[in-house]
């Protein structure tokens, strides 16, 4: 059976995801929103990072997100942005491999 996220939060520090397997992550906002890999971030061909680091808040904040079946999530960031979508496998990913996010 697949991990799926059980709880979505959106706290002070950033997107706080209960799974299913009962690990609790926190995945700071900004460091989540340069992770986005649409289109308008990372060039489809090569995956050569179009997104401006600099260009990114360092307040950027999800001000609401939606459940994509049961394998992402979509954030909409205080910045506008809006396309990109979080496969619960790279969120999974980033939590096992980055130090950045920090899990219980």
């Known amino acids: 059976m697949a991990i799926v996220a059980d709880d979505v939060q959106q706290t002070g520090e950033g997107v ?3 799974w299913s397997d009962g690990k609790s992550c926190l995945y700071p906002y900004r460091y989540l929103r ?9 060039e489809e061909m090569t995956g050569r990072k179009l997104l401006n680091v600099a260009s ?9 997100f939606i459940t994509v079946g049961r394998y992402a999530l979509q954030f909409l ?10 496969p619960y496998t790279m969120l999974l990913n980033l939590a096992d491999k980055d130090a950045a996010v920090t899990c219980l």
């Open 34 to 42: 340069l992770q986005c890999a649409c289109a308008q971030c990372i």
């Open 56 to 64: 990114v808040p360092d307040d950027i904040i999800v001000v609401d």
């Open 77 to 86: 960031w205080s910045d506008g942005h809006e396309t990109g979508i979080y």
């Open 16 to 18: 706080q995801i209960r």
